[in-house]
């Protein structure tokens, strides 16, 4: 399920993830999920074996999604959507987006552009 995330205080969108597995069953038994954030690396240099490196407390590396049921009467159909909203929007801004499918295409076209140019400058350097 591709899921907008929603700021519980403003209401403001905070990012596009991709929840695979979840259905409305499961948000209908289940409102309230637990994510779980990528790794932080806090600019430090994990390789450089001089530097040590607290691990992070584990409740500071999970985002809870809360969502919340919209129904509303389109052309007499019903129609059910849900929204979720979560208080960690620091950390929701870490999780890998899922664009949206109207992004796709350009987003594809993006990352073969990247691609291409990181071929060539590699072969630039490796020469």
């Known amino acids: ?15 596009v993830i991709d929840l695979p597995g979840l259905t409305d069953r499961d948000l209908e038994r289940r409102p309230h999920w637990l994510v779980a954030a990528p790794p932080q690396l806090d600019g430090v240099s994990y390789l450089k ?7 992070r407390p584990f409740k500071d590396s999970i985002i809870e ?8 009467d389109r052309y007499g159909k019903r129609q059910i959507r849900w929204i979720c909203f979560t208080s960690a929007t620091a950390l929701a801004m870490k999780l890998e987006p899922a664009f ?7 987003v594809a076209m993006l990352r073969e552009q990247n691609e291409r140019l990181l071929d060539f400058f590699s072969r630039i350097v490796l020469r």
Not at 1 to 15: A, C, G, K, L, N
Not at 50 to 55: I, N, Q, S, T
């Open 100 to 106: 949206l499918v109207g992004q796709r295409p350009a």
């Open 65 to 72: 999604l809360h969502f919340e049921r919209f129904v509303r």
């Open 49 to 55: 074996p001089d530097k040590a490196v607290e691990p």
């Open 1 to 15: 399920m591709i899921v907008v995330v929603y700021d519980d205080e403003e209401f403001e969108p905070i990012t």
